[in-house]
């Protein structure tokens, strides 16, 4: 903040007054005038320190929200990205864990069957074995069925984890120049067409039983 | 209904692909090729002449709708009855698909018996129409 034209002459003026009452052996206070134009120019001062701090405080504020968002988005993102890919990764490995058991059971279970057969056919045995052995084959169906979990609650990961992505995305718009020094690139934008599909069905939605589709497929002639 | 038939399973799960797959043996079949989207399965799909297609809807690439109507709009493969195996159980959906042109809908999650009733269904059907 400078100085008015005015507030310069006057201050000036007032130097020179006192420069002159100095040579010619008067006192070496500073003159009324000048001790008042003196104060104004400090408050001045002060108010143009006052405004400088105040940007700086701002300015420092928001680079440290900058800094926040740019942690989030350059690696709290990808991270949590990376660890529901991780989950999904596990529970297909334990689904096909499970459904390698389930294979091994069913050879057990035919084995089962094979053996049933050497007895007589009035052997009480006989009947037994194979009734059991039908009962082990249905049970492993059961078992191995119960592994579609894995791709049901893998689609809803998925989806949670494009939405990551999404909101990472636009994060990074948002720091627009700040982006260019992230670690992490923003990733590709997710393919349209998955989004507008409901998905797994999930609580509290209205969904279509398999028995509500028979019947309207059957409406449409399918 | 001819237990050799060839039978495409297109899903981007592997789990899911290795159930149906599992069920189809346990129906009998066993002459079982997997896709993992609709774009890997094209290719194969008009390669290898296929008795039948089980697919999901949602998968990455080609999804499975796009799929049926790429089979629907093929001449030489038009004819193949495909079956919807898909979490989507929203009634537009549903509509859609049919209007695609596809023989059977199951909805996720489903069971060996419904997967049996479906294909028996769509086999009994061509039957009657030839």
Redesign the interface.
Known sequence: MSASTQDRGALIMALRSWIERLESGGSVDAPPALAELLQTQDHAFYRQVAELTRRLHSGVVSLRLDERLTRIAGDAMPDARHRLRHVVQMT?DA??KT?DI??QMRGVARQISRSAESFEASDLRRAALLRDAEIL?ERL??L??A??????T??IIKRIISLVEDVESALLELLGAHAAHLKTAAPLPI?E??AV?????VPGQI????QD?DA??AS??? | MDKNMKILVVDDFSTMRRIVRNLLGDLGYSNITEADDGKSAWPVLQAGSFDFVVTDWNMPGMTGIDLLRNIRGDARIAKTPVLMVTAEAQREQIIEAAQAGVNGYIIKPFNAATLKEKIDKIFQRIAEAA
């Open positions: 297909e689904a096909h459904l389930v294979d084959r169906n059961e191995a069925i592994q579609e979990y894995q791709d049901l893998g689609q393919a067409g998955q599909l409901a998905g797994p069905a969904t279509t039983s398999q589709a309207l497929l449409l002639g399918v």
